[in-house]
């Protein structure tokens, strides 16, 4: 599975542009502080949600996951979240969980690692999620011979109305794609092409059904435990390919008042968000990660997420972290036995550009989005803080999109990635010694085959620096290399 790029593949370098000297950025936006809820940060930086795939199989915090943001925090940026953690108590492979008490305990020594490494400059915020399931894409003579629930459909289609299963079996699986194609439902032919997927509108399913009654106490509980660990606030997944989101999305049809209109889709969202704020308290920071744009067919656009911002706003949202793309609406085709990625196709390119593009570039693709949902926030009289992010890497780009009025805070995910004290060295006006980010993606293509992640620029370095833990394969370093000014 490779990612989409577009189809001009016009080269952008990532540019430094003019670093500041220590003093113009002491004097700068960038640098200055802002309040998000009851929390002060010490500057307009953030480092948005990324998984390394560090947690255990149980999805318990490791010396990895302790290390991979210790060493973020030590860059000092205002703030850090944490990565997509699993809300319910079900296995989910190595991904960090927040499901139950027993997960309490590691996530605080979560947060005391970033405290000391940062010196208490840090705020750290964990981002809560919620998933359906996906299923790998089979083998199709399996999916025909046995995984494939014959029906009246395909019995009809095929004018084998009273023959044996395992005949309709097998004159299926001497049919070629497209007979197949007309004789397997819509969601058939996805099971069988793509891997099942559960979507919110699986109405028919009891599970999906409740969502709407289960969701809110799920997350509540989550936030409760992240406020237990020690987190200043929690951000609410509501973006990319996840439950929440498709509850957001304009292709949510539901008809149980959770889906169709704007107000409605906004619905479970804004109550999972009135649960949270109840359990937590108001001196805890309650935030959401949205789609800025679904950037697919039929998808929420940017009227609907100024709509969305701007409830959450008004029911008391502390801070939207925007984010674009990232669907499983159209992603690639994965191979036999992978599960399908959301970030493959032309709205994942959208969420994390490379640098081969169009001629937009993949700098700043969220910048126009995010002034238009930013001022229509400020407008309607909850002028929370906005954290726009997508392919920002120099001091220049960060400030004038705050000047710009596109976000109160910058995020930096993969620029932070290549270089983890980037805050610092910009800081000091060391801006000259960044590790500029080259946007190959070479992190995301690991994450994809949930491998962990690291960086390309700097994961051959200094191999032999006593102390350095290695991925599993023995080739790679799992955190960058030290820095000092
Ligand atoms: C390895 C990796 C993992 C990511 N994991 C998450 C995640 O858990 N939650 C999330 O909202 N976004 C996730 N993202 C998206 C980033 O937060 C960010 O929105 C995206 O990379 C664009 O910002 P950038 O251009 O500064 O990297 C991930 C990105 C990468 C590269
Ligand atoms: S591997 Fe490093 S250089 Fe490449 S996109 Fe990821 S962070 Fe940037």
Known sequence: MSMWRPPERIR??????????????????????????????????????MVPWRASADGLVTPGVLAWYERFARGRPGAIVVEATGIRDVASGPLLR???????????????????????????????????????????????????????QHRCALNMHDAEEAEVRARLAALDSTELADVLSARELEALRMGARERVTDADLPHIAALPQVLPELFSRAAARAREAGFDGVELHYAHAYTMASFLSATNTRTDGYGGARGHRARLPLEVLAAVRAMTGADFAVGARILADECIAGGSDVSDAEFFAGALAAHGADFISLSRGGKFDDAQQPKVGAAAYPYTGPSGYECMPSYYSDAA????????????????????GHPIPIVVAGGIHNFQQAESALAAGAGDIVGFARQALADPDWFAKVRLGRGGAVRLCKYTNYCEALDQRHREVTCELWDREDLDQTGSARSADGKRRLVAPDWSP
């Open 98 to 152: 927040i499901g139950e008490a027993r997960f309490v305990a590691g996530l605080g020594r979560l947060v005391e690692t970033v405290r000391r490494a940062s010196a208490g400059e840090t705020r750290l915020f964990i981002q809560l999620i919620d998933f359906l399931s996906i299923r790998r894409r089979p083998d199709e003579h399996k999916y025909l011979e046995r995984f494939l629930a014959i029906t009246a």
């Open 12 to 49: 952008h370098d990532a540019q430094p542009g003019r670093w500041p000297s220590a003093i113009e950025a002491e004097r700068s936006r960038l640098f200055s502080p802002v309040r998000v809820g009851g929390l002060q940060l010490n500057q307009r930086t953030w480092v948005p949600a």
């Open 361 to 380: 570039g993949p700098y700043g693709r969220n910048l126009a989005a995010s002034t238009r949902i930013r001022a229509h926030v400020q407008a309607a």
